[in-house]
């Protein structure tokens, strides 16, 4: 399996105990982990998982998963990537295509990166992502 691009549902399930979905999510973490395959988010999902964990959890949590974010890039677990200008115009012509369904602009940033990375699999909780061809995974 090539490289699985992680989703804010995806890190906020691991990371939240109480989430519905946090035994999948760990299990399925666990799984990428053993098989060495790489993951990859983005700078734009950081902020909404940051932000999440701030409101939903508290800053220690946030801080923590800061730090644990860090560590997995210096160990070369993680890549982020950055939304640059031609991601982002991508990425908006994605918003308008799917305007009538209910995806963040964040999604959308996503979905190019995936594009261009040629990722295939995401790590998340969010149907949306099937929308431009991903597979979903852990599967529900």
């Not at 979905?21 to 790489?38: M, N, V």
């Not at 890039?73 to 209910?102: C, G, R």
Request: hydrophobic share 40%.
């Amino acid at each position: 399996m090539r490289a699985v691009f992680v989703d804010t549902s995806g890190w906020l399930a691991l990371v939240l105990r109480n989430d519905q979905y946090h035994q999948e999510a760990a299990s399925y973490y666990q799984f990428l982990r053993s098989r060495q395959i790489p993951l990859v988010t983005s700078d734009y999902v950081l902020d909404e998982t940051f932000t999440r964990l701030r409101y939903d959890a508290g800053v220690k949590t946030a801080l923590r998963a800061k730090q644990a974010f860090d560590e997995a890039q210096e160990m070369n677990l993680l890549s982020v990537q950055w939304v640059d200008e031609p991601i982002a115009t991508e990425a908006w012509e994605m918003f308008v295509k799917y305007h009538d369904q209910d995806v963040s602009f964040t999604d959308c940033t996503s979905w190019s990166i995936c594009r261009r990375l040629n990722i295939t699999s995401v790590f998340a909780f969010d149907a949306h992502f099937s929308l431009p061809g991903l597979v979903v995974n852990p599967k529900r």
